[in-house]
């Protein structure tokens, strides 16, 4: 099992930004798809995919959810085992617990989460 630590989540002002981290015990080389989903206060929301970043052979391909599409981008440091997510303009909209998750050989990992509350 592969573990994932994300930090960086708090308390902003719209208009804000924020940059989620996401630290993971296996190297992001070996990983097929890396990124974050977030699960808002409403819990009849579903679960939203936020960015991801799908690997095949040496291309990465990047999705973002439609609500942040310009405002939010994804990166890693594979260095570091890290996965990023700069988050600009919030939006009340935006307060959700953040996770991180992996995809690797069929297998699929969950942070635990960080929160993120937009508010003035």
């Known amino acids: 099992q592969v573990q994932l630590v994300e930090s960086g989540g708090g308390l902003v002002q719209p208009g804000g930004s924020l940059r989620l981290s996401c630290v993971i015990s296996r190297s992001l080389l070996t990983v097929d798809v890396m990124g974050w989903y977030r699960q808002a206060p409403d819990k009849e929301k579903q679960r939203e995919l936020v960015?991801?970043?799908?690997?095949?052979?040496?291309?990465?391909?990047?999705k973002y959810g439609d609500s942040v599409k310009g405002r939010f981008t994804i990166s890693t440091d594979n260095g570091k085992n890290t996965v990023y997510l700069q988050m600009n303009s919030l939006e009340p909209e935006d307060t959700a617990v953040y996770l991180c998750?992996?995809?690797?050989?069929?297998?699929?990992?969950w942070g635990q989460g960080t929160q993120v509350t937009v508010s003035s």
């Open positions: 998750y992996v995809i690797y050989g069929g297998n699929t990992d």
């Open positions: 960015a991801r970043i799908t690997r095949i052979s040496s291309l990465k391909i990047t």
